[in-house]
């Protein structure tokens, strides 16, 4: 039995003659906080999309909770959970509303879906809330309640792509105890931030440039290998050689 949740070799996306993720490789181990940096620009996304079963890979291949991204898409997706800084729950519908739509759409059964959303409203302080209309949450509550959902089916992996933005720093941190917990649960953690002190949260951390991981290790060890005290400093080295812009 494999010792790695994720497992990419040459994965490679291109978009014409434009080569989004180039060639790049990793493992992820099961229950790891696994960091994925990049500046705008540097094929996060992408490659994050080619993992989750949602665009096709030009090149490589990868395998997401032992299911291959291309051929076993369906059955990538049903194993993994997903958060967007942009886009994770609906704000004309109440919270308990919420909670039944997406455990309706990963497939949980009425009574679970109700045992569970009991004792996560229990935990996040919602419960008093539940017939609260989404939209009119303070951000910070929602961006937990969104995490939340995205593990509500227990899935082997979860994906996050800039959970924490727009939040201040006593709700990142709050939001960080809660991805501490998943991640005692087993559930791996497959994160993307431009906080450079989150990096600092995650086991290890690669961090890609113009489409190529040009750096993968602890950041403890990132640091010593560039000499440098923060994360922020390992990112900006790497970051400034960047021949592409944004987009």
Known sequence: MSEY?????????????FTATD????????????????????????AMRMLCGLSRPSEGRATVAG???????????????????????YDDLTVEENLR??????????ADIKHKANHLLSNLGLTDLRKAMVGRLPL??????????????????VFLDEPTGGVDPVTRRQFWELIYEAADRGIT?????????????????????DGKIEALDTPSQLK???????????????ARKAKRGAG
């Open 5 to 17: 949740a994720i497992v990419a070799e040459g994965l490679t996306k291109t978009f014409g003659t």
């Open 224 to 238: 010593k290998n560039f000499s440098v005290g923060t994360m922020y400093e390992v990112f900006y080295a790497l």
């Open 189 to 209: 953690v497959f994160v993307t931030t431009h906080y450079m002190d989150e990096a600092e949260y995650c086991d290890r951390v690669s961090i890609m440039v």
């Open 23 to 46: 060639h790049i490789t990793f493992e992820v181990r099961k229950g790891e906080i696994f960091g994925f940096l990049g500046a705008n620009g540097a094929g996060k996304t992408t």
């Open 67 to 89: 299911f291959d991204v291309e051929r076993e898409a369906e059955q990538v997706k049903r194993n993994i959970g997903y958060m967007s800084q942009k886009f994770s729950l």
């Open 101 to 110: 739509l997406f455990g309706g759409i990963y497939g949980m059964t009425s």
């Open 140 to 157: 910070g509550w929602k961006q937990k309640l969104a995490f939340s959902l995205s593990i509500f089916h227990n899935p082997k992996i």
